[in-house]
């Protein structure tokens, strides 16, 4: 009589080693009893999602905190939808965030003792498990075609049951391993089945590190473990790597709990311990007014190339999905002025049950504080780096140029009230382009925004006396006085409240005459502190500009 026992060896005679084997060559970690191990799991389909960044971000924060290991696993197990090349992209843009692997798949090589850790060349390691389960009895040989899986779906919608390969509609689980044998020997194609003993009418209890005890009805399914292909499913790679790579916690997706229960069963079947389990929220977005994923089709931001390309400091766009993860991060940052994420302390209790919604002011936020903390030297490096992939405008102007662009940037840099005007480096150029002589002719090219109740006579006087007398060597305190002298010369009040008080004698106040000398230098009523635009733009240039604006009047 043939034995699963013979179905095993015949289908597996390649295998000699045992799971014993394997518990020997992947031993427990040498770690200390609280670290804790983690990974990140992409399948090589695409860009990184801001999801993945999320949960890779947590991963190996978590690592990080306990002294313990973060990997990458390239699941690389859905040969249909896999994108070539994008396993090496998606550790590049990792570690553009700074998040750089202990050990695992790093692109071009693999680190570590517990690899290989592409699962496509795991199959070695898949096969003697599941070899152990069909000696078991725990796993089969299904026949089944596309079209019977779809009939009993079809049997199953009418009689209204739960869908799905299992029990009675299970046609291949009472295959004798004697026909099973005949069958393949026969040539016939098959996939392999785990055998299930559970019940849907039974219930599971399993812990979260973010949701407690969760409670959901237990797996009765038999499902795929290895395919026709040879190539193990997510479910079943899932319990043999995170056993034999020695995950301490499996953080995950929430939209992976349903099939928590089938993962309970396999680590069961195969006599492993269950990892720690921390499903996390999703990313959402609010479209007219409902939540839903976001989506690598329709949002731009699902993708987190788009950030980068942006120019939203790294820094930002980890401060704001640790802001995610625990809410209380947010308010650490106020009261500890500091944006890293190194220093604050992760928890998985504080961490929100449901999906979280996409949040681009909270993001604008972070960025807005985290560039203002830059210092002008580092905030010009950056720019460089970024601009020569992303702004070639940008790049042309700052490139070989950093005394004059640090200045630049070092108005109103740093302090108490330190300047918040950049939100990304997108932005840069558009604000301090007007510091460039071309920007600023392109500007001007047609006209000046002067204030249109003001005569052109006036400006026109303000205007020279400005060239004339203005002292470069004034700071500005003392500076702003001598404008308000000059304004008083041409019959503006040396204040706002001045002038509110008479304004029949007055033709306006300091802040006009300060419009008019911005407006001529940087051709809009808006700019960084016009003390230092002026300091930095430099006599000559004002002259010229000044000019400029005089003869546009005339
Ligand atoms: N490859 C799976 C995914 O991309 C990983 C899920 C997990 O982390 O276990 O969804």
């Known amino acids: 009589m043939v034995t699963y026992k013979d179905l095993a060896q015949y289908i597996f005679s390649d295998i ?65 939808r896999e994108i070539e090349g994008s396993g090496e992209e998606l550790i590049e843009q990792l570690s553009h965030f700074g998040i750089v692997p202990d050990e695992g798949y790093l692109g071009s090589e693999e680190k570590g003792d517990y690899g290989p850790y592409t699962q496509s060349k795991r199959a070695h390691i898949y096969r003697v498990c599941i070899k152990h389960l069909m000696e078991q009895g725990r796993a089969y040989p299904c026949f089944c075609s596309h079209e019977q899986i779809e009939e009993i779906r079809q049997v199953q919608e009418a009689m209204k049951v739960i869908p799905g390969y299992y029990g009675e509609y299970a046609l291949c689980r009472n295959i004798t391993p004697e026909e099973a044998l005949k069958r393949i020997k026969a040539g016939e194609k098959y996939v392999i089945r785990f055998r299930s003993q559970g019940n849907f009418s039974n219930k599971v209890t399993f812990h979260d ?16 473990i290895m395919k026709s292909d040879g190539l193990p499913t997510y479910h079943f790679a899932h319990a043999c790597d995170d056993h034999f790579m020695r995950t301490t916690t499996v953080l995950r997706g929430e939209e992976w709990i349903a099939s928590a229960p089938i993962h309970l069963e396999l680590f069961k079947a195969l006599g492993f311990d269950l990892p720690k389990y921390a499903h996390a929220p999703v990313i959402m977005k609010l479209d007219n007014g409902n939540k839903r994923k976001l989506s690598k089709r329709k949002d731009p931001e699902a993708s987190v190339s788009h950030f980068i390309m942006e120019g939203f400091p790294k820094e930002a ?18 009261t500890n002025k500091c944006f890293d994420i190194n220093k604050f302390k992760f928890s998985f209790e504080k961490m929100s049950l449901d999906g979280v919604l996409f949040d681009q002011d909270k993001l604008n936020y972070f960025s807005k504080e985290i560039i203002a903390q830059f210092s002008a030297e580092d905030f010009y490096n950056r720019l460089v780096e970024w601009s020569k992939l992303y702004d070639e405008t940008l790049y042309t102007h700052i490139k070989g140029n950093k005394e004059y662009v640090t200045k630049i940037l070092n108005i109103e840099r740093g302090g108490e009230k330190a300047r918040k005007d950049f939100t990304f480096y997108k932005e840069v150029y558009p604000i301090i382009g007007f510091f460039f002589n071309d920007r600023y002719d392109q500007i001007v090219k047609d006209g000046y925004p002067f204030n249109e109740v003001m005569s052109k006579e006036v400006i026109k006087n303000v205007l020279t006396d400005f ?88």
């Open 209 to 224: 590190l973010i949701r407690g005890d969760i409670q959901i009805a237990d797996n009765a399914l038999d499902v795929v």
């Open 467 to 554: 060239a004339s007398s203005n002292d470069y060597s004034l700071p500005n305190d003392l500076w702003f006085n001598s404008l308000k002298e000059l304004a008083v010369r041409h019959n503006f009040a040396d204040s706002n409240k001045t002038y509110k008080a008479n304004k029949d004698i007055y033709l306006g106040h300091v802040g006009d005459v300060a419009e008019m000398v911005r407006v001529a230098l940087v051709g809009a009523k808006n700019s960084p502190n016009l003390h230092s635009v002026i300091q930095i733009l430099g006599k000559e240039e004002v002259d010229k500009r000044i000019n400029k604006a005089i003869d546009y009047l005339a």
């Open 317 to 334: 766009l980890k401060a704001y999905l640790m802001s995610i993860a625990n809410s209380n991060f947010e308010e650490w940052t106020i």
């Open 16 to 80: 000699n080693e045992t799971i014993e084997d394997l518990e020997k060559k992947y031993p427990p970690r040498n770690l200390s009893c609280d670290a804790e191990v983690t990974r990140f799991a992409p399948s090589p389909t695409g860009f990184l999602h801001l999801g993945s960044l999320f949960m890779s971000l947590v991963a190996s924060k978590v690592a990080y905190d306990s002294n313990g290991v973060f990997y990458v696993r390239l699941e690389d197990t859905d040969t249909k």
